[in-house]
Nanobody
């Protein structure tokens, strides 16, 4: 099982980006999916990552206060894919964005998986 992210890049303040994260492999089911970010200078990983947004298998969502009203998380269960639409981007949104998902494989083993990360840079 793996998660592959795409969609990061360089954007000017006020601009938009859309991140995608596709899960593949021997998947039985996917529970919650989410996006975390790790800002420059916080390179130790682990709990240094900040939850940006999460979505359950039924579509319930949760957002960090700092992104409410600007970011939208969604998922396509048929494609095992989660998206993060980011609008009105600010320089403080600059970070490496990581996809996370709790996946049950076909052997009925469940665990959390992480994507490789995608860089988002907001700068003029």
């Amino acid at each position: 099982v793996q998660l592959v992210e795409s969609g990061g890049g360089l954007v000017q303040p006020g601009g938009s980006l859309r991140l995608s994260c596709a899960a593949s492999g021997s998947i039985f089911g996917i529970n919650a999916m989410g996006w975390y970010r790790q800002a420059p200078g916080n390179e130790r990983g682990g709990n240094e990552r900040e939850l940006v947004a999460a979505i359950t298998s039924s579509g319930a969502t949760n957002y960090a206060e700092s992104v409410k009203g600007r970011f939208t998380i969604s998922r396509d269960n048929a494609k095992n894919t989660v998206y993060l639409q980011m609008n009105s981007l600010k320089p403080e949104d600059t970070a490496v964005y990581y996809c996370n998902a709790y996946i049950v494989d076909r052997a009925y083993r469940g665990m959390a998986y992480w994507g490789q990360g995608t860089q988002v840079t907001v700068s003029s």
